[in-house]
């Protein structure tokens, strides 16, 4: 059994970011690892593509969201909106043979939340389908 430290960005300061998650694992028992939420990640100031680089041997599950900004005020919206760049982190995942879980996280109109949900998984979709490796 694998266990994944979910990261949280600016807003705690219990695992902010990927390089904090991975300070705390990196001596600890190899099925010990992290939910590279992408979205907090780089509202910590963060590349999720360089991370996911950097740390993927530990990488378990992966929270799949977009960002208006690299800060705290940085806030979510639907995948394509803001500013990760995902054809990039499309690329990245498969240079490093990445293999574990990808969740979407909708977390912009909670009370009709469908459209947007359905938005992010066909801008994905899409830059799964025309992203090539390298």
């Known amino acids: 059994m694998k266990y994944a430290i979910h990261l949280h960005g600016p807003d705690m300061k219990l695992y ?7 300070k705390n694992v990196k001596d600890l028992d190899p099925r010990m690892g992290m939910c590279l939420d992408i979205g907090h990640d780089t509202r910590n100031g963060k590349d999720p593509v360089a991370d996911l680089k950097k740390y993927h041997t530990r990488i378990f599950d992966m929270h799949l969201k ?7 005020q940085g806030y979510s919206v639907e995948v394509g909106r803001g500013i990760i760049d995902f054809p990039a982190f499309v690329k990245m995942m498969r240079k490093v043979g990445y293999s574990g879980m990808l969740s979407l996280e909708h977390e912009r109109n909670m009370k009709a939340p469908f459209a947007g949900i359905a938005e992010s998984i066909g801008y994905i979709r899409g830059v799964i389908r025309t992203t090539k490796s390298k």
């Open 16 to 22: 902010p970011d990927a390089d904090d998650v991975w």
């Open 66 to 72: 977009d960002v208006t900004g690299p800060t705290k």
